[in-house]
């Protein structure tokens, strides 16, 4: 179950992040040319959010089965450890949270340039945070699990 789950999130991953740069060029764009918030907008958003919580379920599935999560006070001298629970967990919480709001509150907004500036800063914030912790990690950003130090 374990590496059925990780190849999951690590794949999902991709998705995340395409998803992320999508929506971001596009709320620039939009905010920038002054487009009306449309269909199109609002699916890209939806598509995100959906994706983004999809990840959320299979990383918390994960957090609850894998090695290299520890709830012992060991965790927090052993930087493998500390990371994978505490870290990434914390870090990519944020930027899920991040991601939420946005949706959520350009959903709610009445005037389409704040709906396109709240989706691009939203989202380049939720995405800057999980480049920080793909990097801290120290895996790469295009690594498969296992591959480049045998850790999740």
């Not at 060991?74 to 505490?86: C, D, F, G, I, P």
């Not at 870090?91 to 389409?112: G, N, P, Q, Y």
Request: net charge positive; glycine share 8%.
């Amino acid at each position: 179950m374990y590496i059925g789950l990780l190849h999951t999130h690590s794949m999902l991953r991709y998705l995340v992040l395409i998803m992320l740069l999508v929506v971001i060029v596009n709320s620039f764009i939009g905010m920038t040319s002054k487009k009306p918030f449309g269909k199109t907008d609002n699916l890209l958003g939806l598509t995100l959010f959906s994706a983004t919580h999809t990840q959320l379920l299979v990383g918390l599935l994960l957090f609850f089965v894998s090695p290299f999560v520890s709830f012992s006070g060991e965790a927090m001298k052993n930087q493998s450890l500390r990371y994978w629970t505490t870290e990434h967990s914390l870090m990519m919480l944020i930027a899920i949270v991040l991601i939420t709001m946005a949706r959520i509150t350009a959903k709610k907004m009445t005037d389409d340039g704040a709906k396109h500036k709240r989706m691009f800063v939203f989202n380049a914030l939720a995405l800057l945070i999980i480049l920080v912790a793909i990097a801290m990690s120290g895996r790469g950003f295009l690594s498969l699990p296992g591959m480049s130090t045998g850790q999740a």
